[in-house]
T-cell receptor
Framework: DQQVKQNSPSLSVQEGRISILNCDYT??????FLWYKKYPAEGPTFLIS?????DKNEDGRFTVFLNKSAKHLSLHIVPSQPGDSAVYFC???????????FGKGTTLSVSS | NAGVTQTPKFQVLKTGQSMTLQCAQD?????MYWYRQDPGMGLRLIYY???????DKGEVPNGYNVSRLNKREFSLRLESAAPSQTSVYFC??????????????FGDGTRLSIL
């Protein structure tokens, strides 16, 4: 049973617009949520994270929102740029856990 | 900065052959991990090492063994490769336990095909 779900395999956005990537989870014991970005033939790169005690974290063009009651988080990219085109993975960690649990990823395509 | 280095980058094996995937990190991290990624899937944890001298099973450990050789190196061994082990393998490290304040750093992967 998937504990971290990314239900949209792909998303297409025009340059300059907002990209919103969504993630749902089932385990209320997760204490941190992270977003990773992955280009082809490279490893995932850490993008931004949020603690379960917060509802928003911002870093430049990237903002992550957490809605614990809905067990839902989202990554907003504003403005989107062609270089943002990549696969985005949502991941979660358990309190005192030892590894991350990943979603299947969403492929973002930003067209100029 | 090298970060996490994986060797080899590509490998083709025949069913039944053995192979060791190498991973080294230069960030003085305590924890290291091996994941596999299959098409349309997220990364799934094979084994991890919370600290030098310790290893534990992850979600999909069957058919694999690991060795935490020292603080820098964590190897993954396939004793008798099977076509189901065709995948991209990622090694990662983190300062301590995985989490938002201790993000994992990944290597660029080893693409393994088993015929």
């Amino acid at each position: 049973d998937q504990q971290v779900k990314q239900n949209s395999p792909s998303l297409s956005v025009q340059e300059g617009r907002i990209s919103i990537l969504n993630c749902d989870y089932t385990n209320s014991m997760f204490d941190y949520f992270l977003w990773y970005k992955k280009y082809p033939a490279e490893g995932p790169t850490f993008l931004i994270s949020i603690s379960s005690i917060k509802d928003k974290n911002e870093d430049g063009r990237f903002t992550v929102f957490l809605n614990k009651s809905a067990k839902h988080l989202s990554l907003h990219i504003v403005p989107s740029q062609p270089g943002d085109s990549a696969v985005y993975f949502c991941a979660a960690s358990l309190f005192a856990g030892t590894a991350l649990i990943f979603g299947k990823g969403t492929t973002l395509s930003v067209s100029s | 900065n090298a970060g996490v280095t994986q060797t080899p980058k590509f490998q083709v094996l025949k069913t039944g052959q053995s192979m060791t995937l190498q991973c080294a990190q230069d960030m003085n991290h305590n924890s290291m991990y091996w994941y596999r990624q299959d098409p349309g899937m997220g990364l799934r944890l094979i084994y991890y090492s919370a600290s030098e001298g310790t290893t534990d099973k992850g979600e999909v450990p069957n058919g694999y063994n690991v060795s935490r050789l020292n603080k820098r190196e964590f190897s993954l061994r396939l004793e008798s490769a099977a076509p189901s082990q065709t995948s991209v393998y990622f090694c990662a490290s983190s300062e301590d336990r995985a989490g938002g304040d201790q993000p994992q750093h990944f290597g660029d992967g080893t693409r393994l095909s088993i015929l």
